[in-house]
């Protein structure tokens, strides 16, 4: 990861976190009597409110030299054609402007043949037969990613480019998608190190073994399929933009749904065994911050299930519930949030687990990959639905999450009832 990356994260993360704080700080501001822990909070907030206000100023000038530093360094400069060259990001950027998956779509329907930056796009990444730029599947608009600063190291780094399939519960966690050419994949990762011990001079330094980890990627396709009326194959603004916005939500979805069940798996090796409580939620979560994955714990974002954030929505600290917040506002509060997933199972309903739903943390950046391939399948079926008028268009994309260092991502869950 390059030194303006590293920049650019930690000022997502530091936007991330004021998203989180300005609706909390108008809550507060409108009310009429607020309590003494009420005007506390809210000088919490302002006072972190101001200091992130001003490492953001710090980072913006910081971000927009390494980017002049980068632009004159030969290390950058000449980077080879790929998904991560300045000049391959430019030609994606023509290519969607030009409706290049609605002329791709004219063209093996019979129409015209391939041109300007569509077809330099395709020759880019060696497109064949029924392949298609990965990248021209992206949505007219994407959300921006919800990133955090990596707090450790030691896990390959790549270069990133905008995600083209947005995923908003991945993006939370701190899983971006890669874009990759066609090949294997592998990710290479240091073992955790513990620090050396300092030494005496002349008594010989301190020594640790260092353990290096290779894993291949096994890829999996990913398949979405759309129907188009023969009669909006004219309009190429139409086709073009309707077959990207179905295709992309569709994918997108199987791809996110891998990434939260490989994430949280079979959930902790032993389940709690007493119903949570306002008390025992917050023990969670500072159970997390260890000083290492997370300093904090607003390092540490939490994806539970919909049960589970209902259960939390009404646990307050006192059993009549007269509190001025819940579990859930707090969690919120002194975390990096806490976001449902409709992808997180439902609660277990017998055995050890009965009654308790799984859920996952994500605590720094570094700890996965999420590899999108940069060709995709796109296969024109003008003959299935040809009575209905309608011709039948099939997409696979190639991708595979992997898990580099399972620490970054621990496995937690919630016991709802006794």
């Not at 998904?83 to 023509?94: K, M, N, S, T, V």
């Not at 020594?207 to 009326?229: C, D, H, K, V």
């Amino acid at each position: 990861m390059t030194p303006r990356q590293r920049l650019e994260l930690r000022a997502s993360e530091i936007s991330q976190r004021q998203s989180q704080l300005r609706p909390e700080l108008q809550r507060l501001g409108a009310l009429d009597s607020p309590s003494a822990e009420e005007r506390s909070l809210m000088t919490d907030h302002l006072a972190e409110m101001g200091r992130l206000d001003t490492e953001l100023a710090d980072l913006e000038p910081r971000i927009r030299a390494a980017r002049y530093g980068e632009a004159a360094d030969p290390d950058f400069a000449d980077l080879p054609a790929g998904p991560e060259h300045r000049e391959f990001d430019r030609l994606i950027a023509r290519a969607r402007s030009e409706y290049g998956l609605g002329r791709i779509i004219q063209h093996r329907l019979g129409g015209s043949e391939l041109e300007g930056a569509t077809l330099e796009l395709c020759q880019a990444i060696g497109a064949e037969d029924n392949q298609i730029p990965t990248a021209l599947l992206a949505a007219r608009e994407r959300a921006a990613a919800s990133v955090t600063a990596p707090t450790n190291v030691g896990v390959e780094a790549r270069p990133l480019i905008a995600p083209v399939f947005p995923m908003p519960v991945a993006d939370f966690l701190g899983v971006m998608p890669i874009s990759v050419p066609a090949g294997e994949q592998a990710v290479n990762v240091v073992a955790d190190l513990d620090p050396i011990d300092a030494t005496a001079e002349g008594t010989g330094a301190g020594n640790q073994a260092i353990t290096f980890s290779s894993s291949l990627g096994e890829p999996e396709s990913y398949r979405a399929s759309g129907t188009l009326n023969r009669g909006d194959i004219a309009s190429l603004a139409t086709l073009d933009a309707g077959i990207r916005d179905t295709l992309n939500s569709l994918v997108a979805a199987g791809i996110e749904k891998d990434v939260v069940t490989d994430l949280i798996g079979t959930g902790p090796t032993a389940p709690d065994s007493a119903e949570i409580t306002f008390a025992t939620a917050k023990s969670k979560l500072y159970g997390l911050v260890d000083g290492k994955y997370a300093g904090r714990a607003s390092d540490v974002r939490l994806v539970v299930g919909s049960a589970t954030l209902a259960k939390l929505a009404g646990l307050y600290r006192t059993t009549n519930g007269a509190d001025t917040s819940n579990a859930l506002e707090e969690l919120e509060r002194i975390s990096g949030g806490v976001m449902v997933s409709a992808n997180v199972p439902a609660a277990a309903t017998s055995g050890a687990r009965d009654k308790t739903q799984e859920a996952v943390a994500a605590r720094g950046m570094d700890g996965a990959r999420l590899f999108v391939w940069d060709q995709s399948t796109l296969i024109v079926d003008p003959y299935s639905l040809a009575s209905d008028s309608q011709i039948k268009l099939t997409v696979v994309t190639v991708a595979d999450f992997m898990i580099a260092r399972r620490s970054n991502f621990p496995q937690l869950n919630f016991k709802l009832s006794a």
